[in-house]
C-alpha cells in the first residue's frame, strides 16, 4: 500500500526544505525536493558599484559567507580580465581552505552523525572497549578511557535530567541504527571535541578576513591584507605563527579522527554503499588559484559523465568557455513566470509565480540548473572523483586510506564503486577534507616564503570600461560548485546571478521533467518506519542542505511582488540556520 509522507522543516540544515515522498513496498518510489524560503540579493545588486557586490551577496548565507565573497570578485575580476598578486591568492586560498575545513567537520559531527550514531546507546558502553577500539584505529591523544568515562558520565547527566539537551529529538532506538554501545560512545566523545576544533578553523578566517563569519578583507583586485612581518597592527609574524599552529591542530584532528570515524562507522553501514547514488553526472570547478589569472591550480577540476573516471573533461582555467557555455537553468517546476525556455546565467529571469505545492507543476523556489542539457551532482563526491580522474595523488593517497580502514573494519573489500552513495558521499568529504588542511599548510609555506622574498603586494586597482562587460566567477565551495555571473554596464551591475551547489542538488524537475539530484538519490530508499523516515534524513543530510544560497527572487523592473514577514521556526521553535 502506498503512503505519501512529508517532512517539513528538514532540520540540521542551513534555511528551510522540504522533502515529500511516496512509499510503497517499504522503499521511496517518488521524491519532491521543495525549497521553502527565498533571498533577494540579486535584486539589491541591480545598478550598484560592482566592487560593493562581494560583501552584500555574503549576506545571501549566515553559513557560506566567505565563498559568496570569494566567488563574487572572482567574476567582476573575471569580467574585467584582471591579474591580481599572487600574496592576495595566496591570502584568499587560506581562508578558503579554514572555512572548507571547518565546514567538512560542523557537518559530519553536528549536522550528520546523529542520524547514524545512536547517543542514548552510548550509555550502554565500555569506556575500556571503547578505548581499546579508538587506540586499534588511531593515535589521537583524546582516545583515552578517561575520556570516554568522563564523556558517558555527562551523557549520563543528561539523562538523568530528563532531558537530552543537544541529543534531543533524535531517533534513538531506531531499527536502522546499527552501531554498537562502544561505537556509539567513541562517536559521542569525537562529536564533543569536534565543537573544541572546529573554533580553530574559524579564527583563522577571522585572523586574515578580520572578523566571521561576513568576512571583510576582499576586494576586486585583491585583498586589503597590509604584509610587514615587524608590524604589530597588520599581517605580521606574529599572526602567521598563530595561523600555523591552529593548522597543525587542525590537521591532526581531521587525519587521526574525523577520516578514521567517517572510515570505521561507514563499515558498520556497509548497506549504505549501496544506497542514495542518484544522478552520478558529477560536476566540479578547479580552486585554489597559484597564479595572478587563475590559469594554474592546486586543485583540479571538470566533469565525470557517469561516473566513469575515464571520460573526465577537465575545467581548466577561470572563463574557461566548457564551463561557462554548458550552464543553464530552467523555472518549469520552480515559483517563477516561465515561458523562456532555459536562460544561461547571462540572461536570467527570475519573476515570482507562486501557485502552491503542485506534485506535476510548480513545488519549489529553487531553479533547476543543468550542464549541457543535463543535471548534475556537485559536492565533495564530484571533487574526489575528478581529482581522482585527474591522477591527484593526495587524493589518491586519502581515498585508498579511507577504502583499506573501512575493508579492515568490515572484514570485506571495499570497492571504489561504494562511493557513489549515502555514505560515499561522507567518505569523500573525509578525504577532501584530508586534502584540504594539507593544502592549508601548503598556501601557508607559499605566503610565508613570498614575503620572504620581499613581495608584500596586495592589491591591483580595478579600472571599469563604459561598455558592457560580463564575467562569471566559480568556487568550489564546500558544498560544491558555486558560480556567479555579472553583467556590468557603464561601471554598474545590470544583471547578477548566483548558481550554487544547493542549487544543483537541491533542483525539482528540469525542462525534461528529470528529477533533480536530491529526487533521484532517495529512489529505492528502504524506510522502515514511515512515522521516523531516518533513512530519507540520512540521504538529504549527505548533501548538506544550504537552501539560503538556493532560492532568489528578481524582478527586474523593480516591483514589488509580495511582503513577506520572516520568521525562523523548527519542531521545538529552535533556529537551526545560523542566519
Known amino acids: 500500500m502506498s503512503k505519501r509522507i512529508t517532512i517539513d522543516p528538514i532540520t540540521r540544515i542551513e534555511g528551510h526544505l522540504r522533502i515529500d515522498c511516496e512509499i510503497d513496498g517499504g522503499r521511496v518510489k517518488k521524491a519532491w525536493a521543495s525549497g521553502q524560503m527565498w533571498r533577494g540579493v540579486e535584486q539589491i545588486l541591480l545598478g550598484r558599484d560592482p566592487r560593493d557586490a ?34 592576495a591568492q595566496y591570502i584568499r586560498n587560506i581562508i578558503i581552505l579554514a572555512h572548507a575545513v571547518h565546514d567538512h567537520i560542523v557537518h559530519f559531527y553536528h549536522l550528520s552523525a546523529l542520524d547514524w550514531v545512536d547517543v542514548v546507546s552510548a550509555l550502554k558502553g565500555d569506556p575500556a572497549k571503547t578505548a581499546q577500539l579508538a587506540e586499534s584505529l588511531s593515535s589521537w591523544e583524546g582516545n583515552s578511557k578517561q575520556q570516554f568515562a568522563s564523556v558517558k558520565e555527562r551523557l549520563s547527566g543528561f ?38 576544533i572546529q573554533r580553530k578553523a574559524n579564527k583563522i578566517v577571522a585572523i586574515l578576513g578580520s572578523k566571521t563569519p561576513h568576512i571583510q578583507n576582499v576586494a576586486v583586485g585583491g585583498v586589503a591584507n597590509p604584509i610587514n612581518p615587524e608590524a604589530q597592527s597588520v599581517l605580521n609574524v606574529d599572526r602567521l605563527m598563530m595561523i600555523r599552529e591552529f593548522i597543525d591542530d587542525l590537521a591532526d584532528f581531521v587525519h587521526n579522527v574525523y577520516l578514521v570515524d567517517v572510515a570505521a562507522i561507514g563499515a558498520f553501514y556497509a548497506d549504505w554503499t549501496h544506497i542514495g547514488a542518484g544522478i552520478m553526472d558529477y560536476l566540479s570547478v578547479p580552486d585554489l588559484p597559484l597564479d ?18 575515464s571520460q573526465f573533461k577537465p575545467i581548466t582555467h577561470f572563463g574557461d568557455p566548457y564551463f561557462r557555455d554548458g550552464v543553464t537553468e530552467s523555472v518549469k517546476h520552480a515559483w517563477y513566470k516561465g515561458g523562456s525556455g532555459v536562460l544561461h546565467p547571462y540572461k536570467g529571469e527570475t519573476n515570482a509565480e507562486y501557485t502552491d505545492f503542485q506534485d506535476d507543476g510548480k513545488y519549489s523556489w529553487v531553479k533547476s540548473p543543468t550542464f549541457y542539457g543535463k543535471p548534475a551532482q556537485v559536492g565533495p563526491l564530484s571533487r574526489v ?86 564575467g562569471v566567477g566559480f568556487h568550489e565551495a564546500p558544498r560544491g560548485v558555486l ?29 525534461d521533467d528529470a528529477p533533480g539530484p536530491y529526487e533521484m538519490s532517495l529512489l529505492n530508499t528502504p524506510v522502515a518506519d514511515a512515522e521516523q523516515p531516518l533513512e530519507v534524513l540520512r540521504t538529504v543530510h549527505s548533501f548538506d542542505p544550504c537552501l539560503a544560497c538556493a532560492v532568489h527572487v528578481l524582478d527586474i523592473d523593480g516591483n514589488r511582488k509580495s511582503t513577506v514577514h520572516a520568521g525562523c521556526f523548527t519542531p521545538n521553535n529552535q533556529c537551526e540556520t545560523g542566519s
Not at 558560480?483 to 525542462?511: C, F, L, M
Open 54 to 87: 562581494w560583501a552584500i551577496t555574503q549576506r545571501i548565507c549566515g553559513v557560506c559567507t566567505t565563498v559568496h565573497a570569494i566567488c563574487s570578485v572572482r567574476a567582476v575580476e573575471n569580467a574585467l580580465d584582471m591579474e591580481i598578486p599572487v600574496n
Open 159 to 196: 539523562v538523568g535530567t530528563g532531558q537530552l539537551g543537544i541529543f534531543a529529538n533524535g531517533y534513538w532506538g531506531h531499527p536502522a541504527m546499527k552501531l554498537t554501545p562502544e561505537v556509539n560512545l567513541l562517536a559521542v566523545s569525537h562529536y564533543l571535541q569536534a565543537l573544541d
Open 292 to 309: 595572478g589569472k587563475g590559469t594554474q591550480f592546486a586543485l583540479p577540476g571538470g566533469f565525470v559523465p557517469g561516473g566513469d573516471l
Open 385 to 470: 572523483l575528478a581529482m581522482a580522474a585527474a591522477k591527484h595523488q593526495p587524493t589518491l593517497k586519502y581515498l585508498t586510506q579511507v577504502l583499506d580502514t573501512a575493508s579492515a573494519v568490515a572484514g570485506t573489500k571495499i570497492p571504489l564503486a561504494a562511493v557513489h552513495s549515502t555514505i560515499g558521499r561522507h567518505a569523500a568529504r573525509a578525504v577532501s577534507c584530508s586534502v584540504q588542511v594539507d593544502e592549508l599548510d601548503s598556501m601557508w609555506h607559499r605566503l610565508v616564503d613570498n614575503i620572504g622574498k620581499g613581495d608584500v603586494h596586495t592589491f591591483n586597482k580595478p579600472v571599469f570600461p563604459k561598455d558592457e562587460v560580463m
Open 483 to 511: 558560480s556567479h555571473w555579472v553583467v556590468i554596464d557603464e561601471g554598474k551591475i545590470k544583471n547578477y546571478q548566483a548558481v550554487v551547489p544547493t542549487t544543483w542538488n537541491a533542483a525539482p524537475r528540469n525542462e
